[in-house]
């Protein structure tokens, strides 16, 4: 019997099959090569690896979060709202991490917490780009990148463009519930509390049956703040547990300026809407 020939796409398939490998295709050498001690502190590798993990996670959220705000603002709001509610379990994910570093102690910390000198997750470019496009935005917190000049403007670049914020309240101006003067105009400024918004978004919750997708927009994004705030909060007693009031490797003012940050408010007029409700 004269064997079938394989079509193209099968034989494309067989080729795939023969060269590629699980370790190739996710670059698994390179991965765990990137995890390199300083010390020989056994819990160094904990601290290695969380970090690592948060940083992936962040690259994802920094993805979903700017596809989605590009279909936002295109009027697309079915996959927008997909890739938030992804960007909110990316969120627990990364919140959950804490709770593996809490096992590590204070003695087990200190046995290498000097070998990283002055590096610090302050100095984080896909965290502070989180914050840029979620909209806690300052143009003085670039100075830590000043010395890396491509992450210095690629987060430079994001305060230039409205954040996800922004593009939600352009979305009720389109709709006629807000004045288009109304929103604020200086991308690079953390968002402040505005009487016009709050009377646009008190209509779109009042009238939901009207307004259904931009009430699961608001949802949408108090989910994503929600679980941002749990993380910064879940990120303070961490450090608190590990250094107490100690100086933060960054220069910062440690548990003290971590605890500032959790009065941050990103979208301020959906968490005032339900007083006012």
Do not use: C
């Not at 996959?79 to 909110?88: F, G, I, N, S």
């Not at 989180?130 to 670049?157: D, T, V």
């Not at 250094?243 to 941050?264: E, F, H, N, P, Q």
């Amino acid at each position: 019997m004269t064997q079938a020939t394989p079509t193209g796409a099968e034989s494309a398939h067989q080729s795939f099959k023969d060269s590629f490998s699980y370790s190739s295709y996710l670059h698994i050498d390179q991965l765990l090569g990137a995890q390199k001690p300083l010390t020989t502190a056994h819990d160094e590798t904990l601290f290695i690896t969380i970090h690592h993990v948060q940083e992936v996670w962040m690259s994802l959220i920094v993805k979903e979060l700017t596809v989605a705000m590009a279909k936002l603002a295109s009027g697309e709001f079915e996959p927008a709202m997909k890739m938030l509610e992804r960007v909110a379990r990316a969120q627990d994910q990364m919140t959950a991490s804490w709770e593996v570093l809490k096992t590590m102690t204070p003695t087990d910390y200190l046995e290498f917490r000097s070998a990283f000198g002055k590096a610090s997750g302050f100095q984080s470019w896909q965290y502070r780009s989180i914050e840029f496009l979620l909209g806690n935005r300052q143009r003085y917190m670039l100075k830590p990148f000043a010395e890396q000049p491509e992450q210095h403007a690629r987060l430079a670049a994001i305060l230039e463009q409205p954040s996800i914020y922004d593009i939600a309240l352009a979305a009720l101006v389109k709709r006629g519930l807000l004045a288009a003067t109304a929103p604020r105009t200086a991308y690079d400024a953390a968002p402040e509390s505005h009487p016009a918004v709050l009377a646009a978004w008190l209509a779109v919750y009042r009238n939901t049956q009207a307004h259904w997708d931009l009430y699961y927009l608001a949802e949408k994004l108090v989910d994503v703040e929600d679980n941002f705030r749990r993380w910064r909060f879940n990120h303070v007693t961490t450090v608190e547990r590990l250094i107490g009031y100690k100086t933060g490797s960054g220069g910062t003012t440690g548990v003290g300026y971590l605890r500032k940050a959790l009065d941050i408010v990103l979208f301020p007029e959906l968490w005032q809407v339900r007083t006012e409700l």
